[in-house]
Nanobody, 122 residues
């Protein structure tokens, strides 16, 4: 299984980015896809997740209303639209796959990508 995250970069506060995560080696439509982030010296934090069909999603409190998760099952890809970015959003962002909907703990997710770095300047 490979999860390849991309789209990170340097952006000013208030700006936007779109992250992508291309999956291979798994039956993509069978998995909940999630995004987590980890800032230096901090624990990995749940950001968002989306159901296999794309119908339902849920977010961490710190990003709700600013970030949007989506997926394209035809392309085996999940996206994270980051808007109104703040310096505290600076982190390494990871995509992950889980068999069950509704979970937020990193240890519950089965597969992980390598991460893409987002840096927000003030």
């Amino acid at each position: 299984v490979q999860l390849q995250a991309s789209g990170g970069g340097l952006v000013q506060a208030g700006g936007s980015l779109r992250l992508s995560c291309a999956a291979s080696g798994l039956t993509f439509i069978s998995y909940v896809m999630g995004w987590f982030r980890q800032a230096p010296g901090k624990e990995r934090e749940f950001v968002a997740a989306i159901s296999p069909s794309g119908t339902n999603d849920y977010y961490g409190d710190s990003v709700r209303g600013r970030f949007t998760i989506s997926r394209d099952n035809a392309k085996n890809t999940v996206y994270l639209q980051l808007s109104n970015l703040k310096p505290e959003d600076t982190a390494l962002y990871f995509c992950a796959a889980d068999r069950y909907f509704g979970r937020r703990r990193a240890e519950d997710y089965d597969y992980w990508g390598q991460g893409t770095k987002v840096t927000v300047s003030s």
